[in-house]
T-cell receptor
Framework: DAKTTQPPSMDCAEGRAANLPCNHSTISGNEYVYWYRQIHSQGPQYIIHGLKNNETNEMASLIITEDRKSSTLILPHATLRDTAVYYCIVRVGSGYSTLTFGKGTMLLVSP | EAQVTQNPRYLITVTGKKLTVTCSQNMNHEYMSWYRQDPGLGLRQIYYSMNVEVTDKGDVPEGYKVSRKEKRNFPLILESPSPNQTSLYFC??????????????FGPGTRLTVT
């Protein structure tokens, strides 16, 4: 699976959009981008995933660049409860492969 | 409520004393796995199971055993725990391994301390 690069930390004001970037320049054509988050010492929580089209669900939006070498997770109106470590993970879309969690981005949402 | 449960949530034990951490899911998921999380090392997969009686090693299987006799349960067994197995353990499950079916649900975690 392709490796990902994320900033170690980011800050966001409550109510503003949080834009979390992820670089995955070695991504292959059959690899998806998954985002999870982990609130302090709780189990990770799935947020969203995509292949090449932009995706949106009730939690967030995922914007993938046309060359698929990077993506951005957008939390449109961040709340204090969105403070967490966010993981960007790239893996093949089918069959078995390990979900490899890197160090992620620690997002701190402040009042 | 759809969930993954783990027991115990906290455990302090001594070196060499066999222990089992249970994991159960109520979503009829086929795929289950165990992770450990350590400071600076992130989440690493220990074992996974594609279905009943089908298990395989993850990235850090040494010192652990698993079994999958029923679809809903996937216990993690430490036959002779050592201090380097002190960690936070998570069980996870998903419908399958393709696309949205690979949305993994994680349990609340088990904090294990081996002295």
């Amino acid at each position: 699976d392709a490796k990902t690069t994320q900033p170690p930390s980011m800050d966001c004001a409550e109510g503003r959009a949080a834009n979390l970037p992820c670089n995955h320049s070695t991504i292959s054509g059959n690899e998806y981008v998954y985002w999870y988050r982990q609130i302090h010492s709780q189990g990770p929580q799935y947020i969203i995933h995509g292949l090449k089209n932009n995706e949106t669900n009730e939690m967030a939006s995922l914007i993938i660049t046309e060359d698929r070498k990077s993506s951005t997770l957008i939390l449109p109106h961040a709340t204090l409860r969105d403070t967490a470590v966010y993981y960007c993970i790239v893996r093949v879309g089918s069959g078995y492969s390990t979900l490899t969690f890197g160090k992620g981005t620690m997002l701190l949402v402040s009042p | 409520e759809a969930q993954v449960t783990q027991n115990p949530r906290y455990l302090i034990t001594v070196t060499g004393k066999k222990l089992t951490v249970t994991c159960s899911q109520n979503m009829n998921h086929e795929y289950m796995s165990w992770y450990r999380q350590d400071p600076g090392l992130g989440l690493r997969q220990i074992y996974y199971s594609m279905n009943v009686e089908v298990t395989d090693k993850g990235d850090v299987p040494e010192g652990y055993k698993v079994s999958r006799k029923e679809k809903r349960n996937f216990p993690l067994i430490l036959e002779s725990p050592s201090p380097n197995q002190t960690s936070l353990y998570f069980c996870a499950s998903s419908l399958g391994t393709s696309g949205r079916r690979y949305e993994q649900y994680f349990g609340p975690g088990t904090r294990l301390t081996v002295t």
